[in-house]
């Protein structure tokens, strides 16, 4: 992927609990980690996310996005990220208003705005995800805004209208025929055109 182009690697966590599936956890990012030097973003779609904040610094990710939803105290969350010297991100899900993080928006390093619910690939993207990018932009112009979820060459154009400046794609790059480096150039050119 970064051969291809990507700048970051976004690392799916999941537990089980927060969400239905499981994936991977400290372990395997600190397998990826002797391979690499890209900047390995961690999405933690897990329930109590303090708890696993130090074990993922240990593995070697660089930023650590937690679900506004699975934490009582984001605030300190926050500060914890930040205190183990990892960049702090915070997503929340279709259903949630983007009202709940702009209590401790200027304290983040970026917002991820779900276009899908979390915790399945392969889902169609909410393009009525988009106002809540739009609103974020406009109060955040320098903070990056994260969308995931159904990005694809046909999608790509409507996030980065909306201000979107950091993009995940998962099944629209592993696909069987897609070309990977040009499909990351030209999500990248979407966003420096808009």
């Known amino acids: 992927m970064v051969d291809a182009g990507a700048d970051w690697l976004h690392c799916d966590v999941m537990d089980g609990h927060f969400v239905p599936n499981i994936t991977i956890g400290a ?26 904040v130090n074990d993922f610094k240990e593995a070697g990710a660089d930023s650590y996005t937690f679900h506004v939803e699975a934490t009582k105290d984001p605030h300190a969350l926050i500060d914890q990220i930040h205190n183990a010297g990892m960049k ?11 009202e709940v993080v702009l209590p401790f928006a200027d304290k983040l390093d970026m917002i991820l705005i779900m276009t899908v619910e979390p915790g ?21 112009p320098n903070l990056n805004i994260q969308v995931d979820g159904g990005l694809d060459p046909k999608t790509i154009d409507k996030a980065a209208e909306a201000g979107a400046n950091v993009i995940v794609a998962g099944s629209s790059l592993f696909k069987e025929g897609i070309n990977v480096k040009d499909t990351i150039a030209l999500f990248k050119k979407s966003i420096r055109d808009h």
């Open 27 to 52: 372990p395997v990012i600190k397998s990826l980690r002797k391979h690499t030097k890209a900047f390995l973003d961690c999405h933690m779609m897990v329930s109590d996310p303090e708890k696993w």
């Open 120 to 140: 399945f690939g392969g889902q169609a993207f909410m393009e009525d995800m988009m106002p809540k990018v739009k609103e974020l932009r406009s109060r955040y």
């Open 88 to 98: 702090a991100a915070v997503s929340i899900k279709p259903k949630t208003g983007v």
